[in-house]
């Protein structure tokens, strides 16, 4: 669902909207302002939701959350392309289509936000428009023994078992050999790792794909 927010000052939202094809008075500056809005309020979000990432892994969610990509999808799921006024070589060029300016158009839009109601305004309607994309950044940062169980779990099907089939070298390079498998999808696999713990997150990651094939293939 879109965030939805009413314009005191509609020719803002009008220039939000507004590509440099279609005339000077566009939507650059705002996309400047945005670009720095959309940063901090992400930063925010991801700072609150993942207290145990350090800074480097919430310097890569931000990244992946604020690509150009990233906000071209939920530019598109909004359906802004078709809001956006475009010069007629862009017009006949698809220009509404594409991701550059789709996520311009959206950091601007966020600009005209927060100069039309304030920050508190602009806020609500970044973590509106990044609800849904925080929920898939959720399940893409879970660990594989997570995200297998709760596969399985969710279609009430068998949890998956992990043994350990064995542990050998020096006690300074020990090396752990683990096996997962899943007794419905015939599914598993065997990997090695200097810890236990990260030799059953690789069995994991091998059966997890397994067994979505698995599923997807209709059993």
């Not at 720095?36 to 800074?55: F, G, Q, S, T």
Request: proline share 2%; glycine share 6%.
């Amino acid at each position: 669902m879109s965030p939805i927010y009413q314009f005191r000052d509609e020719r803002l939202h009008e220039q939000a909207l507004t590509h440099r094809s279609h005339a000077r008075h566009n939507n650059e500056r705002l996309e400047f302002l945005g670009d720095a809005l959309v940063n901090m309020l992400v930063a925010e979000l991801l700072y609150e939701n993942y207290p145990k990432a350090d800074e480097g892994q919430l310097t890569r969610l931000r990244a992946s959350l604020v690509s150009g990509l990233a906000m071209a999808e939920i530019a598109r799921n909004m359906e802004l392309g078709a809001q956006i006024r475009l010069g007629p070589g862009e017009m006949k060029s698809g220009g509404h289509r594409r991701d550059s300016i789709l996520a311009d158009a959206l950091e601007a839009l966020v600009a005209a936000v927060y100069l039309d109601g304030g920050w508190d305004a602009c806020r609500k309607y970044v973590r509106e428009l990044y609800a849904n994309a925080l929920v898939d950044l959720a399940d893409t940062t879970k660990d594989a023994k997570t995200r297998l169980q709760e596969l399985l779990q969710g279609r009430a099907l068998p949890l998956p078992e992990y043994e350990l089939l064995n542990a050998h070298g020096e006690d300074h390079a020990k090396q752990f050999d683990v096996k997962c498998s899943v007794a419905v999808a015939t599914a598993q696999a065997v990997a090695s790792a200097h810890s236990r713990r990260a030799a059953e997150q690789l069995a994991a990651s091998q059966v997890l794909t397994q067994v979505e094939h698995w599923l997807r293939h209709g059993h």
